[in-house]
């Protein structure tokens, strides 16, 4: 098992920065991908941004730009760095990490934290 803690959203300006944290911690091994998502109310859960264990990323569109993340392996954390932030980027931000057991992929998500954006 993988657990997931986040950490660091809260309530900010439109224009503004936050910075979240994501430790994975338990059995750690094989995880590959790390990434956000975010589920706005009446809205789907949709990605924000994924980054392998390698240290290529991919981001939504309308996140490109403005949003960067970035992964630390010997801490076993995945960072999301969201600058300019918009009204539409309010909702819950979902950690999420994929581990190989066996060549199968299983998905841990974090428990989420919300991003307020307002003024």
């Known amino acids: 098992q993988v657990q997931l803690v986040e950490s660091g959203g809260g309530l900010v300006q439109p224009g503004g920065s936050l910075r979240l944290s994501c430790a994975a911690s338990?059995?750690?091994?094989?995880?590959?991908?790390m990434g956000w998502y975010r589920q706005a109310p009446g809205k789907q859960r949709e990605l924000v941004a994924r980054i392998t264990n390698g240290g290529s990323a991919n981001y939504a569109d309308s996140v490109k730009g403005r949003f960067i993340i970035s992964r630390d392996n010997a801490k076993n954390t995945v960072y999301l760095q969201m600058n300019s932030l918009k009204p539409e980027d309010t909702a819950v931000y979902y950690c999420?990490?994929?581990?190989?057991?066996?060549?199968?992929?299983?998905?841990?998500w974090g428990q989420g934290t919300q991003v307020t954006v307002s003024s």
């Open positions: 338990g059995s750690i091994f094989s995880i590959y991908d």
């Open positions: 999420k990490a994929v581990q190989a057991i066996l060549y199968k992929p299983y998905d841990y």
